[in-house]
């Protein structure tokens, strides 16, 4: 019986510079990643769509049907690794790019939502619902930590307190966010959705309402050694 190599991914780097840029990301559906960097302002931001995360998922969830049609049940699991292997690498090179954004700035900490048990709490569509469980949000973000890591870039985390449904500018909390803009009924602001929540991330952080950690949450989260490699 072949048996897979784990560890747990712990980071024990100092920090000793304090921090100029705030990168604030926004984990969601449609863009899977949104960053934006924050000093005294919002610079400019860039979203990651996770277009071909999407497509190898949905894919092989094709496959996996028409295999389950057939009853070929050793089929599937076959291709469930190739699968996972597929996606890591994706999520390897969309944690790339997001730390090579994050380096265009000075002396950068990273700023992300705690997700833990997030989605154990989601009540969507059986489509939606298949859809959020599929992307794995938390292990984008260890890769991101991961990375950050070798670079000396910190990695704090808030807790996830509505942020997409609160104005950056004026501070005030809708009941719901209509479509891909958020607008304001107090102030008037109206901007992207996922940009206004990476702002709030960032500025949670910035303003020292966020707690900080350079391990990430729940630690003890395992990953198969290949996943870094």
Not at 91 to 111: R, T
């Amino acid at each position: 019986m072949e048996n897979d190599a784990h560890f747990v991914l712990k980071k024990t780097v100092t920090f000793e510079d304090e921090p100029q840029t705030v990168i604030g990301i926004d984990i969601g559906e449609v863009n899977l990643a949104t960053a934006i960097a924050l000093t005294d302002k919002p610079q400019k931001g860039k979203f990651w769509r996770g277009s071909e995360i999407k497509q190898t998922r949905g894919l092989y969830n094709h496959i996996r049907r028409r295999l389950g049609e057939k009853k070929l049940f050793k089929k599937i699991k076959e291709i469930g690794t190739k699968e996972k292997r597929i996606i890591n690498q994706q999520l390897h090179i969309l944690a790339n790019q997001i730390i090579a954004y994050a380096k265009q700035f000075s002396k950068p900490v990273i700023a992300m939502e705690d997700l833990n048990g997030l989605r154990r709490h989601m009540n969507f569509s059986k489509r939606m619902n298949r859809l959020v469980h599929s992307m794995q949000y938390r292990k984008l973000q260890l890769y991101i930590e991961y990375k950050a890591n070798i670079e000396k870039i910190e990695v704090r985390y808030i807790r996830a307190r509505g942020t997409s449904k609160t104005c950056n500018r004026c501070g005030y909390v809708t009941q719901k966010v209509n479509g891909r803009e958020f607008r304001c009924p107090k102030c008037g602001l109206v901007y992207n959705r996922d940009l206004n929540g990476a702002i709030n991330i960032a500025q949670a952080v910035k303003s020292g309402l966020g707690w900080g950690s350079v391990t990430p949450p729940n630690s003890q989260m395992r990953l198969n050694a290949e996943s870094f490699s």
